[in-house]
């Protein structure tokens, strides 16, 4: 098992103007971050707009992903439905494909929010666990499911499962109580879902993040880390000063849709998000373009 550590790119997925998936672009996207020095990618979380495609397009995408990634880089794929029976019927048809994946990521159900306790969580991520030929990865991702949130007491159980090996998190609080709970564990890791979380996850003793400004600027963000290793706290957080400063300016001005313009400005495929969400518009791509030209020598390492 490869480890779980270091950056990792929640992948978009290409469209095209008319909402088409482009499995062209995607495995030009792949082979492109191979030649990075980040860790890995992760196929069809939020970047990848995994609610926008059916479950054919969604396997279509693990499958091409998981073909075009290096062997040597960490594959996670998103494999979560709203119900146990759908997300379990999901997981048999990767099986049944025999889709190379490292590592699944399982999202949080979140439509009967109110449903969603401590008991209903357990027994849906320990199940999915149960029968997951692929190590499970909670995902907790309020913002994005109807604010449903992991609680520390129910991480504390999972964590012990031999098939959950980790947290990515994506809440705006919750980072600081999971390290306290659960990091430092050799056997689950903690990373952040957020560039923002990044240096209290590291700092706490997490393993790394899985940064959506990796689509469009893998190297940087793999130079945080690296920074991290090899120079300590101290260097790190000065990097990532910068780096955050360049991202609200950049890909981070727009959502899913900054992160694909920025992508296109920087030669990656992002194409455009699936309506109804709208891509940036031409003033907004012109006020990325121009800080990116601005902050060039930050960007390619001088």
Avoid at 74 to 80: P, Y
Avoid at 146 to 156: L, P, W
Wanted: charged residues 20%; glycine residues 10%.
């Amino acid at each position: 098992m490869k480890k779980l550590e270091g950056v990792l790119i929640p992948a978009v997925t290409p469209f095209d103007d008319s909402g088409a998936l482009r499995l062209d672009w995607l495995r030009e996207n792949y082979e492109r971050w191979n030649r990075t020095d980040v860790n890995g990618c992760m196929a069809l979380g939020s970047n990848g707009e995994y609610r926008a495609l059916d479950d054919e397009e969604s396997l279509a995408v693990i499958k091409a992903a998981g073909e075009t990634l290096s062997e040597e880089k960490i594959f996670m794929a998103g494999i979560a439905r709203e119900s146990l029976y759908q997300t379990l019927c999901f997981l048999r048809r990767l099986q049944q494909e025999k889709v190379r994946i490292d590592y699944a990521s399982v999202l949080t159900p979140c439509y009967f929010k109110n449903a969603m306790t401590d008991e209903a969580l357990i027994d849906y991520f320990t199940t999915v666990a149960n029968e997951s030929p692929y190590p499970v990865v909670l995902y907790c991702a309020p913002g994005f499911a109807n604010g449903v949130c992991i609680s520390v007491e129910a991480v504390k159980v999972l964590a012990d499962h031999p098939n959950i090996v980790g947290i990515k998190d994506t809440s705006p609080d919750m980072m600081t109580q999971y390290l306290q709970a659960v990091g430092g564990r050799e056997d689950f890791a903690v990373f952040s879902g957020t560039l923002g979380m990044t240096m209290t996850c590291l700092a706490g003793g997490g393993q790394g993040g899985v940064l959506s400004s990796a689509n469009y600027f893998p190297e940087v963000c793999a130079r945080l880390y690296q920074i991290f290793r090899e120079e300590g706290l101290s260097a790190a957080t000065d990097f990532f000063t910068q780096l955050k400063g360049l991202i609200k300016e950049t890909g981070g001005r727009a959502g899913i849709a900054g992160v694909k313009a920025t992508m296109n400005l920087m030669g990656f495929h992002g194409g455009v998000p699936r309506k109804p969400v709208l891509p940036c518009s031409l003033e907004e791509q012109a006020a990325i373009a121009a800080c990116i030209d601005q902050r060039k020598d930050f960007i390619l390492g001088k």
